[in-house]
């Protein structure tokens, strides 16, 4: 499977931003989607994932209430709806596709990865 990422750019702090990453090839294989970014000088760490029918989801502690994931199977998408954007959200996001059969927050349990977005919030 191919991912595409996109919606990444710059805004000021406390702006909203939306990210989308369209999934093309054998996508019916993939269940659990998931965001990570990688800050410079940082590892990549995860953001947000969500199960195959978009009943579970979770989120890292420091997104929480903040970021939403959300996903259109027939359109084969999932996004980020990023709200209340810190300095400290700055980064570049990938979309990850795992074929686990759990909900899961692990990077290696994504086999897929996007090229990454980059987001940089401005103070």
């Known amino acids: 499977v191919q991912l595409q990422a996109s919606g990444g750019g710059l805004v000021q702090a406390g702006g909203s931003l939306s990210l989308s990453c369209t999934a093309s090839g054998r996508t019916s294989s993939f269940e659990v989607m998931g965001w990570f970014r990688q800050a410079p000088g940082k590892e990549r760490e995860f953001i947000a994932a969500?199960?195959?029918?978009?009943?579970?989801?979770d989120y890292a502690d420091s997104v929480k209430d903040r970021f939403t994931i959300f996903r259109d199977n027939a359109k084969s998408t999932v996004s980020l709806q990023m709200n209340s954007l810190k300095p400290e959200d700055t980064a570049v996001y990938y979309c990850?596709?795992?074929?686990?059969?759990?909900?899961?927050?692990?990077?290696?349990?994504?086999?897929?990865w996007g090229q990454g977005t980059q987001v940089t919030v401005s103070s």
């Open positions: 969500i199960n195959w029918n978009g009943g579970s989801t």
């Open positions: 990850a596709a795992s074929a686990i059969g759990v909900l899961t927050t692990f990077e290696a349990d994504f086999g897929s």
